[in-house]
């Protein structure tokens, strides 16, 4: 089986000392993990291993228990986000209408898999539960951008304009 590559962690010490400080604030408070976990997202993005390790000495936590959390929940992500967030809905209207395939085609042309970001930050990719535009089926998103009745054919194009 191949080993997927994962980005290196870039973090700054800047960002150490704002999670320090968070971690400090509800150190000894019942249910402190989850907001430090928001808070530790939002200083860095998301919640690489390293950030984990720190929240888990921090709280004096098991790192298992951060990490079950951090993978239980959609809102927390252990990979980057890219400039570009693209989102495929995979919601019942979307999948029938042939969403799958563009998925396919976007990992294709971006050589990475759902939940990964490519290696230049550029672009990261999610597939997504229905997003209430069931009548543009199949819909694609690029950040805030809404892309409907989409084929596979209209995936290059798209990208082009980011």
Same mark, same amino acid.
């Given at each position: ?8 962690? !870039? ?73 570009? !967030? ?10 029938? !209408? ?8 976007? !990992? ?55």
């Amino acid at each position: 089986m191949e080993e997927k590559k994962r980005m290196p962690f !870039k973090g700054t010490k800047e960002q150490e000392q704002q999670l320090m400080e968070v971690i400090e604030s509800y150190k000894g408070t019942d249910g402190a993990v989850i907001p430090v976990l928001h808070a530790a997202q939002d200083i860095y993005g998301y919640l690489p291993i390293e950030v984990q390790t720190m929240i888990a000495e921090g709280l004096n936590v098991p790192l298992a228990e951060i990490y079950g959390i951090v993978t239980f929940y959609t809102q927390f992500s252990i990979n980057p986000k890219g400039q570009y !967030k693209i989102g495929v809905c995979l919601g019942t209207a979307c999948y029938v !209408k042939g969403s799958g395939d563009i998925l396919e085609k976007i !990992k294709e042309l971006l050589g990475i898999d759902v939940g990964e970001c490519t290696p230049d930050g550029k672009f990261s990719l999610d597939a997504t539960r229905c997003i209430g535009a069931c009548g543009l089926a199949p819909v694609m998103t690029i950040n805030d951008d809404v892309y409907g009745r989409l084929t596979v054919d209209d995936v290059a194009d798209i990208f082009s304009k980011y």
